[in-house]
């Protein structure tokens, strides 16, 4: 058995009712908490590792409900262009391109900047290769929902990603039976659809089965943009959201990201079918619109956050995509009252384990849970002073702030240094690799960092 004790820290619990304790401590037994606030010190063994954490924030892990891991050897790759060429002509080229090494480099490299910006669990919408996704994973020691990226249908699609409805669903349940639940249950296997433009009917209702079957969740871009619900409208009668309605895959286990062109009907339809929401505000200001946020959260729908990918939003930096949704719909809406700070704290910890339908072991310090905790420390000219923590973690924080990262009660980052993995050869291997693929894509740009 093996404790760890953080002491004296400023606890954002976000238990049920949200305490926040001034000065406290949480006790960590191998995986899980075992105490939190006072801790009786008959539950400490003399073997305990303590960390002072006087002057600092303990709070849970950060859960980032999209992000690409694949396209993280891609950054950079999709700036500036509309989105069918930043598809046609710059991801699919990217992505098809990249080997099963490629994608568990890029997961490493994902991973990394993910770890320091103080996330613990995240969700895949899907790469290629769920094989090198889990084994970074596992390796590095973060929490994940992987899925493939699946494609069935489609115009212009690269040739290595044509396959039939049959062959998508196969491959998806054998990476299940592979990788589900592995590395002590940090690494699980959800099912994926890309977007309705590349999913037909069929492949959507018999994924849903599927997760459904497996106790699982689906992952989907959903009204991602305005062309999308007029293609769904064209080619199936209905906007992608009512669409999906009627074919009856909305339920709890639905995690729908970006839902930027939503009528109020159809966030009623969330609603209804307690569809989960992952808002991703730096690749909505950069080309898809405004999701509408404070409406969905006011109807009380489950709305996370996340960063999407690499290629799209550049940073994969969960704390600024924060300190984004505080400022977009205040200007939007020209309301500087909503969207608070302490819901998109919400946001990013109990409503992420939510939508991982994991709300009864992650999202909060709260006794039995796992062991999912990260240290702050505010003192940085950047982040103080603090006259109300929360409104702080929201407004001022940078991911430099976040001092140490906890995942299943083991330190992945500790006082900024990383503990599990060698960051120095993954950040030189991943140089490598991503001039090779820009080479093999066949994509050119100007200005070429001579970086090998
Ligand atoms: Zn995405």
């Not at 404790?3 to 619990?13: A, T």
């Not at 996704?133 to 992987?146: H, S, W, Y």
């Not at 044509?162 to 998806?172: I, M, S």
């Not at 006794?367 to 702050?376: C, M, N, R, S, T």
Request: net charge negative; aromatic share 6%.
């Amino acid at each position: 058995m093996s404790q760890i004790l953080l002491k004296n820290g400023f606890i954002v619990s976000m238990n049920k009712e949200e305490q926040v304790f001034t000065q406290g401590d949480v006790l960590i037994e191998n995986d899980r908490i075992k105490a939190v606030g006072h801790v009786e010190q008959s539950l400490v063994t003399p073997d305990v590792e303590i960390v002072d954490a006087k002057g600092k924030i303990i709070m849970p892990g950060l859960i980032n409900t999209h992000v690409h891991t694949s396209q993280q050897l891609g950054r950079g790759l999709g700036d500036d262009v509309n989105l069918l060429t930043w598809l046609h002509e710059r991801i699919w080229p990217y992505e098809s391109s990249l080997t099963e090494e490629d994608s568990y480099i890029s997961t490493l490299l994902c991973c990394l900047e993910q770890i320091r910006a103080g996330v613990t669990s995240f969700a895949e919408p899907g790469g290629q290769f769920v094989s090198g996704m889990a084994k970074a994973v596992n390796q590095i020691g973060i929490r994940a929902k992987l899925a493939k990226s699946v494609m069935d249908c489609g115009e212009g699609l690269p040739k290595v990603w044509q396959k039939t409805t049959q062959e998508e669903l196969d491959k998806q349940e054998e990476d299940l039976r592979k990788f589900h639940n592995t590395a002590d249950g940090r690494v699980q296997v959800w099912f994926g659809l890309r977007t309705i433009f590349n999913n037909s009917d069929d492949l959507i209702i018999k994924t849903k089965e599927l997760a459904d079957k497996y106790g699982v969740g689906v992952h989907m871009h959903v009204a991602e943009v305005k062309e999308e619900v007029e293609y769904a409208l064209e080619t199936r009668g209905a906007t992608t959201v009512k669409h999906l309605y009627n074919l009856d895959v909305l339920d709890k286990n639905f995690l729908a990201v970006h839902t930027v062109w939503l009528t109020n009907e159809e966030v009623n339809m969330f609603k209804e079918k307690r569809v989960k929401v992952s808002h991703n505000p730096a690749a909505a200001m950069r080309v898809l619109g405004f999701a509408k946020i404070p409406r969905m959260l006011k109807e009380g729908i489950c709305v996370t956050l996340g960063t999407d990918g690499a290629a799209a939003s550049n940073r994969m930096d969960l704390i600024d995509e924060m300190w984004l949704t505080s400022l977009i719909h205040k200007g939007w809406r020209l309301d500087p009252t909503i969207m608070k700070a302490q819901e998109i704290i919400r946001m990013v910890t109990v409503n992420g384990a939510k939508a991982l339908l994991e709300e009864d072991n992650i999202g909060s310090l709260e006794v039995g849970k796992k062991a999912d905790v990260i240290i702050i420390n505010p003192n940085s000219a950047g982040m103080l002073p603090i006259h109300d923590a929360i409104a702080n973690l929201v407004t001022s924080m940078h991911s430099s702030n976040v001092e140490s990262t906890m995942c299943d009660g083991k330190w992945i980052m500790k006082d900024r240094e990383i503990l599990t993995v060698d960051e120095d050869s993954i950040i030189n291997e991943a140089k490598e690799r991503a001039e090779s693929i820009y080479k093999r894509a066949g994509i050119v740009l100007p200005h070429r960092f001579p970086y090998i």
